[in-house]
């Protein structure tokens, strides 16, 4: 899969609160420019607050890039949220609903995989974090039971 060739990659640094929010307007917009519904717009940004946030939290900040895409089945976007933190021991566990690090109520990598497409995880222990997730404007993402 190709980036588009018409918008360049945005990315933006993810430290604070303050860039939190940053990062779900700026996802909501380009969403909305590709053609997003008002639905999968909500389901994208919610999968991005929950990345950013742990982004933020665990991995001890990073960045965030956004690249719009025009080569798969209508346009899409993709985020790859990025740490240099202290990865994730045990990704099995951590992508299971209820497993928390944090105090949460331990949905964020589960629950923003249910969000949309494609979603994949790259983490070394003591090296960081990359979550890399991708939705397409046109298309629904599937039920997945049990995921």
Same mark, same amino acid.
């Given at each position: 899969?190709?980036?588009?060739?018409?918008?360049?990659p945005?990315?933006?640094?993810?430290?604070?609160?303050?860039?939190?929010?940053?990062? $779900?307007?700026?996802?909501?917009?380009?969403?909305?420019?590709?053609?997003?519904?008002? %639905?999968?717009?909500?389901?994208?940004?919610?999968?991005? /607050?929950?990345?950013?946030?742990?982004?933020? %939290?665990?991995?001890?900040?990073?960045?965030?890039?956004?690249?719009?895409?025009?080569?798969?089945? /209508?346009?899409?976007?993709?985020?790859?949220f990025?740490?240099?933190?202290?990865?994730?021991?045990?990704?099995? $566990?951590?992508?299971?609903?209820?497993?928390?690090?944090?105090?949460?109520?331990?949905?964020?990598?589960s629950?923003?995989? $249910?969000? %949309?497409?494609?979603?994949?995880?790259? /983490?070394?222990?003591?090296?960081?974090?990359? %979550?890399?997730?991708?939705?397409?404007?046109?298309?629904?993402?599937? /039920? $997945?039971?049990?995921?």
């Amino acid at each position: 899969m190709q980036a588009s060739r018409h918008a360049a990659p945005a990315r933006l640094p993810i430290g604070s609160d303050a860039d939190l929010a940053w990062v $779900r307007q700026q996802v909501r917009q380009a969403a909305a420019e590709l053609g997003f519904g008002l %639905v999968q717009q909500t389901k994208l940004v919610t999968a991005a /607050s929950e990345l950013a946030r742990n982004t933020l %939290v665990h991995g001890g900040g990073g960045h965030v890039e956004i690249t719009p895409l025009d080569t798969g089945p /209508s346009p899409g976007l993709r985020l790859a949220f990025v740490d240099t933190g202290p990865g994730i021991r045990d990704l099995d $566990r951590a992508m299971t609903d209820g497993y928390t690090s944090g105090g949460g109520l331990g949905l964020g990598l589960s629950g923003a995989k $249910r969000l %949309v497409h494609e979603f994949e995880v790259d /983490s070394r222990p003591g090296e960081g974090t990359t %979550v890399t997730v991708t939705a397409w404007a046109a298309v629904v993402p599937p /039920s $997945r039971p049990g995921s």
